[in-house]
């Protein structure tokens, strides 16, 4: 079985080394000592929480990434680290496609940007290297993302 879990910077900002033992220790509790300490400490990492988001400088600890780094390509690439190896590979064809979009985006300013362009665009040109079947696909998430 595939181990999944790595702690992010949040859950080592919100929880304890106290805490991890109390974890660890659980399933060698009585059901109703589990049931107790368990809600402790989620009580304790809520608690710890709160304590985080008081503190303007440990805020800014979490979103410390500058506004060029806050894309959503750059979200999912941070997100896969979590991912098991098929939401990685959907991570990876979402990134694609993301990636797709904006070039055709670059592409269509590029064209608006010098109307009296003679010949076809480039975009044309990209779209007659692909099969009809990439071109459907390629119109249809052309249509998915510009809804979005």
């Known amino acids: 079985m595939e181990e999944l879990y790595q702690a992010t910077e949040f859950d080592q900002q919100t929880t304890s080394h106290r805490l991890q033992i109390i974890k660890a220790a659980l399933p060698y509790m009585s059901v109703r000592q589990q049931k107790m300490l368990s809600v402790y400490v989620k009580i304790q990492e809520l608690t710890n929480t709160f304590h985080l988001f008081d503190d303007a400088e440990n805020t800014l600890g979490i979103c410390s990434l500058s506004e060029e780094e806050k894309t959503p ?13 098929r939401e990685k590979e959907m991570l990876d064809v979402l990134s694609n496609f993301f990636q797709a979009s904006m070039l ?29 079947e990439q071109q459907d696909t390629f119109y249809q998430y052309q249509t998915l993302f510009n809804q979005t």
């Open 73 to 85: 390509l750059e979200m999912l690439e941070s997100v896969k680290t979590y991912c098991s190896e």
């Open 104 to 132: 055709y985006r670059q592409y269509q300013a590029m064209n608006q940007s010098d109307p009296e362009q003679s010949g076809p665009s480039p975009m044309e040109n990209l779209l007659h290297l692909m099969t009809p």
